[in-house]
Each structure stands twice: as structure tokens, then as C-alpha cells.
């Protein structure tokens, strides 16, 4: 926060001011500080009634204790020099006694601070310390972000950050921006030049929205990591290129609380969240778009002006449509996303710590592995349905089951085992869960071999999930997922398709599986209409999934992972219709094949299986905000 602070003599300070969750977070600065900005001074303050660390950062001047004291003029001066005041709708005043008056008091005992502070919001969440130095005076650093060409090394640190190494870009440049202003920087000039523009965070699609051929600009907003409390809105702000990761850690050590996001720490919040967000939690929380209070977009507008706006889940909200369109439809769609507001829906008062849910105290995981060896047709069709039984049973919000997400992953006969994994947040009540839940699914058949059972902190769970799960060859893998969501379970007619293309020798697809994560809990309260997020009546998220390392698997590859989706959903034309028995696909989860005649014969339309009775008013909204066409990609809503 930036702190402009008054004295009852008259002096006046400027600086930032801000806490620290962990002594080590806050030793990281002080070193940081003093090692990179010799004219800086951050003076640490010991509260001993606080588990934080607060500290203040100043610029060193020439009178008593490193503090140059400014009048009131000069200070009205460097307020709109930055472009804001008192009147700016970024500036708020809060109450930051606790910090700032043990921080000068300490550092200058004969002032008393307590009469007037002001807290100007000045920039913050926008900039990083670079920034913070030209607020302060003492750095010239434009708005505008680096162009970054080919012959800088960060050019490739941009472009081969992507999960599917399948897909590879070749823009102009790129960008990295470190603020809301240098992404209005970096589309505006984009489109005045005619470059057709995609932002990337984590570089998690599974699609080539960002890594297309046809890109000539890829704007990086990874550099904006801030994640605070925001006062004026009652609300955690985090900045769209923090990760799940370092969002679970900053909620989790700031104020105890957590979102249900996806399982890859390293996954960027930006286009995680807009395209409805769900993880290990999500049955026990629903989707972290539920928890979307606000969101920050650049958009450009049919004069081509790309501008900031920011748009709430407020009824009385002009812009309300643009945060709904961000609860689900998907990242670029609309604009670029910026930064995110979270708070629960029935939340009240403005203590952070009460705002969302509350971090588990612990997290147990297990793990159980069949051999294929001991399995046969009939045994594994078994397993399947019981594993489907029991979702069907235990799919509902009030269920005892619904702080147990599990994973079961049926592996091609080549790779030798099929394994289940769970995640309970039941804490001593947790291994009974897994017993009760293996006891279910395997009914019938022989017992799973090699059987885990691990505890753990909910943060140190969260930082490193399933280790084994996410492990990967040096370099990254092509891969390609096809996605559905159940309604109810398999019939036995598709486990026997999947039998058969698990098992089939024509096939060589070793990296083939199919994995069916349980759904539903809380996700399933919340009305299909409210967010963009329609599933909402799912009881497993089920996904055909194959990967290969040399390019010349990749036909083979594809070839099998379509023929199996297809067989799999013959009954509805090879794609999962909703209705009765599926509810569609997950955007987030994007297969541009759904797009293609030739792959999806169903003649229902992609956007149908994304977003069902809601595309209509998506395209409304898109008509709006991005009259343009600016933002775009194969799977990309359509003005109407």
C-alpha cells in the first residue's frame, strides 16, 4: 500500500507500507531492498501482539532518520504527476494506524503520527518495484512494457512456455507486462498496427489459443503476481499472472482462507478462473467463479480504444455482464483479464479472514493400483460401475463423501496398472473414507494392490499435489484431452468400449487413458443461469486423454483418442449432448475438434456442449465489449 502519512507537527512521509505473513518473507525483502536500491531504506517493525511482519519502505533524504519531509503542495504535485488524486476513483482512505505509527514512532520517537494518515491506493497491485521507484522519485520508467523480439532470450522464455508442447507460435514479439496500464499499452498499439494479440499467464491451454501460427503478438501478464486485500470493495484482489499456487499460499498464510482452484500450482489466474475454475475442493466448495465478487479487463472498443473497466457481480452494475461472462465462458473471449476480486456470495463485514472459505486443517491422500494382470473383461466392468454407483450415490452437496475428491485412472493395458487416487479434507474421519469408498469399488472384484496413505497441511499439499500425477519427461509432452461431463454414470455398453480401446492391440498408443474425476457437491447448487458456468448438474468429469514425445506419433495418437471419444458417445452422434445422461463439456478443459463437422457429426454446435441455453447472452456480451473481434481463437465466442 502506498502511504502518505502527516504528523501532528507537520511532516509529512511518503512510502509503501505492508505486511509480511512470514518472518523469512519479510528477511527475502529487507535483503532484496538493500541489495538492489542503495537509496531505499525499509524499516522493519517488530507488534508484538500480530503473527505478520509489517515493514515501511521509504526513499533516503537528507534530514533526521533518512526521512525527507514534504509539504502539502509538493505532495498534491506528485499525485498528479502519477495521474491520480485525492478524487481518483483508485484512492481510498484506510485505517493503517497499527502499521505505520508503530513504524515512524519506532524509527522517530519524538513524532506523533496518530492524529492524521492518509492510505492513497496509489498504483498498487499495478506495478512492481521498479514502479514503486518512479512513484517515489527516483526511477523514470515508462507505462510502456519492453518489445521484446527474437534475439532477446525472454522472446523464448515467452513462447515455449506451453503445457502442450503439440502447438508452437512464431509472433512478431512479445510483451511482458507488469501492470494494468502496460497491458492498455501493448493492445492498444497491437491493434493500431493491425497484429492480431493473445495474452498467456501460465501457458496451461490445452489448445493452441495462445501457440497459433497466425499470432504476431503474445502479450505475458505473468510479471502481475499482487495478491492484497482490498478495502473499498470488500474483496481479496489478485492480479491475473499470480498461480493457483501462489494464490493458495497468499490466501492461506495472509488470512487462513481458500478457493477451490484447479490441482497445477503452476496454472495462471487469469484465464483459470474465467473459465470457471475447479479442483480437489471443488465438491466440498463448488468453483472458484463462484467466489468472483470482480474483475478487471482491458478491452477495446469499436473506435479501437483499448481501456480499463472494471466490471462486478452488483446487480445495480452496468458492466455486470462482462463479470459473468468471466464466471465460465473462458479466457480470451472479451479482453485481457487483469485482476480478479474474490469474495463469497453471502459473505458479510469486511474481515479479510471471513470473506471466503476456510483453509483445511489438513489434507489426506491415498493411492491404490490394480494390475492389469489381475483383471478381465468382466472384472473390470465391474470396477467401472461400481465406481460410477457410487458417484451417482454420493454426487450431492449434503453428502458425507463430499469433502472426498477422487481420480480414477484407467491406463491402456500396455502401461500395466490402473490406479485411484483421493483427497479428503475429512481429517481423522479420512481413512475410514478411503476404505469405505475401495470397499465400494471393489465389490465383487480382487483388491487394489500397493495401497498409500499420506497427511499432510493443507499448504504443503497444495504446493506439490500427487507429485507423481503432474511428473512429466524433461522438454514436456504433445498431448491431446477430449472432455465430457456425466449426468449419470457409464453404461455397460461404454465400459465396454473402453475395455476395448484400452486393451486393443491395433492401437499403440501408450500414453492412452481414461481418467474420471468425481463432480458435483456444491458445484451442483448454484443455478446453470448464474454464472457462465452451465454444467451444473454433473456427477464426474471424464476426459480421453493420449501423449506422445516424437512428432511422428502424433497421427496415431490422434487418431485413436478421436475414434475412442466418438465410440464412447455414439448414442448422441459422438460428442456428449446434454440431456438426460451428459451435460456437456468444460471450457477450460477446450477440444477444438468439437468445432470441426467432420469430428463432431452430431449437428449440435460446439458452443451448445460449452454453453448450452447461455451462448446466446454471451454473444450479446461480445457484441459489446469486443465489437472488434479483437480477441479470438478457434474456440472463441461469436458477436450476435
Same mark, same amino acid.
Request: some cysteine.
Given at each position: 500500500m502506498f502511504i502518505v502519512a502527516e504528523s501532528a507537527e507537520g511532516n509529512v512521509w511518503r512510502g509503501i507500507a505492508g505486511f509480511f505473513a512470514t518472518e523469512d518473507a519479510a528477511r527475502r525483502f529487507h535483503e532484496s531492498v538493500a541489495e538492489k536500491w542503495k537509496d531505499l531504506q525499509v524499516f522493519p517493525?517488530?507488534?508484538?501482539?500480530?503473527?505478520?511482519?509489517?515493514?515501511?519502505? %521509504?526513499?533516503?533524504?537528507?534530514?533526521?532518520?533518512? +526521512? &525527507?519531509?514534504?509539504?502539502?503542495?509538493?505532495?498534491?504535485?506528485?499525485?498528479?504527476?502519477?495521474? =491520480? !488524486?485525492?478524487?481518483?476513483?483508485?484512492?481510498?482512505?484506510?485505517?493503517?494506524?497499527?502499521v505505520l505509527a508503530d513504524c515512524i514512532n519506532q524509527r522517530f520517537p519524538g513524532e506523533s503520527v496518530l492524529p492524521k494518515i492518509h492510505h492513497y491506493h496509489v498504483m498498487v497491485n499495478q506495478h512492481d518495484f521498479e514502479d514503486i521507484r518512479a512513484f517515489l522519485g527516483i526511477s523514470d520508467k515508462p507505462l510502456e512494457s519492453d518489445r521484446i523480439g527474437p534475439d532477446d532470450p525472454r522472446y523464448l522464455t515467452v513462447v515455449e512456455k506451453r503445457f502442450n508442447k503439440r502447438f508452437r507460435a512464431n509472433p512478431d514479439y512479445v510483451r511482458l507486462a507488469s501492470s494494468t496500464d502496460q497491458v492498455v499499452a501493448a493492445v492498444g498499439e497491437a491493434v493500431r498496427e493491425g497484429r492480431r494479440l493473445v495474452v498467456t499467464s501460465g501457458g496451461?491451454?490445452?489448445?493452441?489459443? *495462445?501457440?497459433?501460427?497466425?499470432?504476431?503478438?503474445?502479450?505475458?501478464?505473468?510479471?502481475?503476481?499482487?495478491?492484497?486485500?482490498?478495502?473499498?470493495?470488500?474483496?481479496?484482489?489478485?492480479?491475473?499472472?499470480? *498461480?493457483?499456487?501462489?494464490?493458495?499460499?497468499?490466501?492461506?498464510? !495472509?488470512?487462513? %482462507?481458500?478457493?477451490?482452484?484447479?490441482?497445477?500450482?503452476?496454472?495462471?489466474?487469469?484465464?483459470?478462473?474465467?473459465?470457471?475454475?475447479?479442483?480437489?475442493?471443488? =465438491?466440498?466448495?463448488?468453483?472458484?467463479?463462484?467466489?468472483?465478487?470482480?474483475?478487471?479487463?482491458?478491452?477495446?472498443?469499436?473506435?479501437?480504444?483499448?481501456? =480499463?473497466?472494471?466490471?462486478? =457481480?452488483?446487480?445495480?452494475?452496468?458492466?455486470?455482464?462482462?463479470?459473468?461472462?468471466?464466471?465460465g465462458a473462458g479466457g480470451g473471449n472479451f479482453g485481457v483479464v487483469t485482476r480478479l476480486w474474490f469474495r463469497s456470495p453471502d459473505a458479510s463485514g469486511d474481515v479479510p479472514a471471513t470473506l471466503l472459505p476456510r483453509a483445511p486443517e489438513s489434507i489426506t491422500t491415498f493411492k491404490a493400483e490394480w494390475s492389469w494382470s489381475d483383471?478381465?473383461?468382466? !472384472?473390470?466392468?465391474?470396477?467401472? &460401475?461400481?465406481?460410477?454407483?457410487?458417484?451417482?450415490?454420493?454426487?450431492?452437496?449434503?453428502s458425507p463423501n463430499a469433502s472426498l475428491w477422487t481420480l480414477l485412472q484407467l491406463h491402456r493395458e500396455q502401461l500395466g496398472m490402473i490406479i485411484v487416487r483421493g483427497v479428503s479434507t475429512a481429517g481423522d474421519g479420512a481413512p475410514r473414507q478411503f476404505d469405505d469408498h475401495l470397499a465400494a469399488l471393489t465389490e465383487g472384484i480382487v483388491a487394489p494392490k500397493n495401497r498409500e496413505v499420506a497427511r499432510m497441511s493443507w499448504l504443503e499439499f497444495a504446493l506439490n499435489p500427487l507429485p507423481d500425477l503432474f511428473a512429466g519427461p524433461p522438454g514436456g509432452v504433445s498431448m491431446k484431452a477430449k472432455d465430457a461431463l456425466l449426468r449419470k454414470r457409464f453404461t455397460d455398453d461404454q465400459i465396454g468400449v473402453v475395455y476395448d480401446y484400452l486393451t486393443r492391440t491395433d492401437h499403440d498408443a501408450m500414453g492412452g487413458m481414461l481418467g474420471?474425476?468425481?463432480?458435483?457437491?456444491?458445484?451442483?447448487?448454484?443455478?446453470?443461469?448464474?454464472?457462465?458456468?452451465?454444467?451444473?448438474?454433473?456427477?464426474?468429469?471424464?476426459?480421453?486423454?493420449?501423449?506422445?514425445?516424437?512428432?511422428?506419433?502424433?497421427?496415431?495418437?490422434?487418431?485413436?483418442?478421436?475414434?475412442?471419444?466418438?465410440?464412447?458417445?455414439?448414442?448422441?452422434?459422438?460428442?456428449?449432448?446434454?440431456?438426460? &445422461?451428459?451435460?456437456?463439456?468444460?471450457?477450460?478443459?477446450?477440444?477444438?475438434?468439437?468445432?470441426?463437422?467432420?469430428?463432431?457429426? !452430431?449437428? +449440435?454446435?460446439?458452443?451448445t456442449l460449452y454453453y448450452q441455453a447461455g451462448y446466446p447472452r454471451l454473444q450479446r456480451i461480445k457484441a459489446r465489449w469486443d465489437p472488434r473481434n479483437v480477441f479470438r481463437h478457434a474456440l472463441s465466442i461469436q458477436a450476435g
Open positions: 517493525v517488530t507488534d508484538p501482539h500480530a503473527s505478520s511482519y509489517p515493514f515501511f519502505l %521509504t526513499t533516503e533524504g537528507l534530514e533526521a532518520g533518512g +526521512v &525527507r519531509p514534504i509539504g502539502e503542495a509538493e505532495l498534491k504535485q506528485r499525485l498528479e504527476e502519477a495521474g =491520480r !488524486s485525492a478524487a481518483d476513483e483508485d484512492t481510498i482512505l484506510f485505517n493503517v494506524h497499527s496451461h491451454c490445452l489448445e493452441n489459443f *495462445t501457440s497459433d501460427p497466425e499470432v504476431r503478438v503474445i502479450l505475458d501478464v505473468s510479471p502481475m503476481k499482487r495478491i492484497d486485500f482490498d478495502a473499498e470493495r470488500g474483496a481479496i484482489a489478485v492480479e491475473a499472472g499470480a *498461480t493457483v499456487g501462489e494464490t493458495f499460499r497468499a490466501l492461506s498464510e !495472509s488470512w487462513g %482462507t481458500v478457493l477451490p482452484l484447479g490441482e497445477h500450482p503452476d496454472i495462471g489466474m487469469g484465464g483459470h478462473v474465467a473459465g470457471g475454475a475447479f479442483g480437489f475442493l471443488c =465438491r466440498q466448495h463448488g468453483l472458484a467463479a463462484d467466489y468472483l465478487h470482480a474483475v478487471e479487463v482491458v478491452a477495446v472498443d469499436e473506435a479501437g480504444q483499448a481501456r =480499463r473497466v472494471v466490471a462486478t =457481480r452488483e446487480p445495480s452494475d452496468p458492466c455486470r455482464g462482462l463479470w459473468w461472462a468471466h464466471t483383471l478381465d473383461r468382466e !472384472s473390470f466392468l465391474r470396477l467401472v &460401475r461400481n465406481h460410477g454407483i457410487w458417484c451417482e450415490r454420493n454426487s450431492g452437496a449434503d474420471l474425476a468425481t463432480y458435483g457437491g456444491r458445484i451442483n447448487v448454484v443455478p446453470p443461469d448464474a454464472t457462465a458456468s452451465a454444467q451444473r448438474s454433473s456427477i464426474l468429469d471424464i476426459a480421453c486423454t493420449t501423449g506422445w514425445l516424437d512428432p511422428r506419433d502424433e497421427a496415431k495418437n490422434l487418431a485413436w483418442v478421436r475414434a475412442f471419444y466418438r465410440d464412447l458417445f455414439a448414442e448422441t452422434g459422438g460428442v456428449p449432448v446434454p440431456g438426460e &445422461r451428459y451435460d456437456g463439456a468444460f471450457i477450460n478443459h477446450p477440444d477444438a475438434d468439437l468445432a470441426d463437422p467432420a469430428l463432431n457429426p !452430431s449437428g +449440435v454446435p460446439w458452443h
